[in-house]
């Protein structure tokens, strides 16, 4: 085998689930604020991230359920919560603590809210 398969039978993808407070930043300057997108920016740019994404508002989502064979469609996010999902990472990493260690670099991890970490349960195609 070649050093390229042992790298990537040895690594585990995760999904970093970003919740936030979406009050944390209120009263933030615009400084601020930049300093803590930036934050961001640079995860993205970890050589381990090979995906992810910001989301709107928790008032943009809508929730589908289906009942009886038939879509039902709300408005809203699925429940009413302090923190909202408001993001998330795709990466690779060679063990959990990999995976810890680029999850405690998330700005909301300490400004309120919460990242989960959890492993695919069948690699990504």
Do not use: C, N
């Not at 070649?2 to 009263?27: F, M, R």
């Not at 989502?61 to 009413?80: E, I, M, N, Q």
């Not at 995976?99 to 989960?116: D, F, I, K, S, W």
């Amino acid at each position: 085998m070649s050093d390229d398969t042992d790298t990537e039978e040895s690594t585990v993808h995760y999904a970093l689930l970003i919740y936030t407070d979406p009050h944390a930043q209120d009263g933030d300057t615009d400084d601020e604020r930049a300093a803590v997108t930036a934050e961001y920016l640079a995860i993205r740019d970890d050589p381990r991230v090979w995906g992810g994404g910001h989301l709107t508002s928790a008032e943009m989502a809508s929730t589908v359920r289906v009942a009886d064979g038939a879509a039902l469609v709300t408005d809203g996010p699925f429940a009413d919560t302090k923190e909202v999902m408001a993001g998330y990472y795709l990466i690779e990493a060679d063990d959990l603590d990999g995976a810890l260690e680029v999850a405690g670099r998330v700005p909301a991890a300490r400004m309120g809210g919460a990242v989960e970490v959890r492993p695919f349960a069948l690699p990504p195609h």
